[in-house]
């Protein structure tokens, strides 16, 4: 796409640069204010037969554009850093890359959530199986945060943490528990219906499920 536009500069450039040399054959030129939206003002414009010729000094500082005069031929090379940035403001919701990294960190911090699940209701001896789903809900976790882009992305990576911060509470209370427990014992089901912070994980479990896929930020108390 720059490339492309580089190359419409260095057409219109074709043009202008010939005419420039004729300048004293055809008259006075009318002279124009060039105004670029979002810049400002950006120096004259000469008006010649109908054809409008820009100041090139002029409008290349006002929109950061870098000239090189080269013997035969002038390069501009547009701000592609700019471009990027005026692109994401405009953007609303969630990037997609974010949206595919979050979904994939959901679905470990689910894998994780049930492995807790079975050192509680089946008394699962924990062990370096369970810090594997912890390891790998952590990871996917990191990878979001890279690829966080817009505001939204931003404030639904919050979300993301606040759960994962919440597992890990779950994790170790559940492995504490197991530990002070005698063998044969189990938390079982109603051990857990009972605990506040697993209802408030299973809560936005499900709540971050739906909120991604609708594609729009929402916020739940559930998540915090």
Not at 30 to 36: G, P, S, Y
Not at 122 to 136: E, F, I, K, S, T
Not at 156 to 166: D, I, P, T, V, Y
Request: aromatic content about 8%.
């Amino acid at each position: 796409m720059t490339r492309h536009r580089n190359f419409r500069f260095l057409m219109v450039l074709g043009l202008c640069l010939p005419m420039a040399g004729l300048l004293p054959a055809q008259g006075t030129p009318a002279i124009k204010a060039l105004e670029v939206k979002g810049y400002g003002v950006a120096g004259a414009v000469l008006q010649i037969n109908g054809h409008y010729y820009p100041g090139l000094a002029a409008l290349a500082r006002t929109t950061h554009i870098s000239v090189a005069f080269h013997q035969k031929q002038v390069m501009l090379t547009l701000p592609v850093a700019n471009e990027a940035a005026t692109t994401g403001q405009d953007a609303q919701g969630f990037s997609t890359v974010f949206l595919t990294a979050s979904i994939r960190q959901l679905e470990d911090a689910m894998l994780w959530k049930e492995g807790i699940t079975k050192v509680i209701k089946y008394n699962a001896p924990p062990g370096q199986w369970l810090d594997n789903y912890r390891g790998r809900a952590a990871e996917s976790l990191q990878l979001a945060s890279v690829q966080a882009a817009t505001a939204s992305d931003a404030a639904a990576l919050q979300l993301l943490k606040n759960q994962f911060n919440n597992l890990e509470q779950w994790n170790n209370n559940a492995v504490t528990a197991q530990q002070t427990m005698n063998g044969t014992e189990t938390l079982g089901v109603s051990g857990m219906k009972d605990d506040p912070l697993f209802m408030r994980i299973s809560d936005c479990s499900k709540f971050l499920g739906a909120m991604l896929t609708s594609g729009v930020f929402a916020d739940s108390p559930a998540c915090h």
